[in-house]
């Protein structure tokens, strides 16, 4: 499982990113707790693309991805991977 922690998306939080961060937070402790393999992922990894390392990929709250990150969810979802997007 990949969670993208996205500095792009919490800078829209207005006066709390942290709000943003949490959520990023909840869906790692999520993906540990029920014993899942899982890593953080940053905007910049999002943009070039996932390959194999994960078959999920959870995009909480993520209100605002560029055209690279659009083009790696389509190339990641044709691969035959899941999305999970909240928000």
Known sequence: IAVLRSDRN?????EHPEY?????????????STGFEHRLIS???LARGLGNSASV????????????????IREF???????????
């Open 20 to 32: 943003y961060y949490d959520l990023s937070a909840f869906w790692s402790f999520l993906s540990q």
């Open 57 to 72: 990929l959870i995009l909480p709250w993520a209100t605002c991805l560029d055209q690279d990150q659009r083009q790696a």
């Open 77 to 87: 979802l044709r691969a035959g991977n899941s999305v999970i997007a909240t928000g």
């Open 43 to 45: 905007d910049a990894e």
């Open 10 to 14: 919490a800078s829209f939080a207005g």
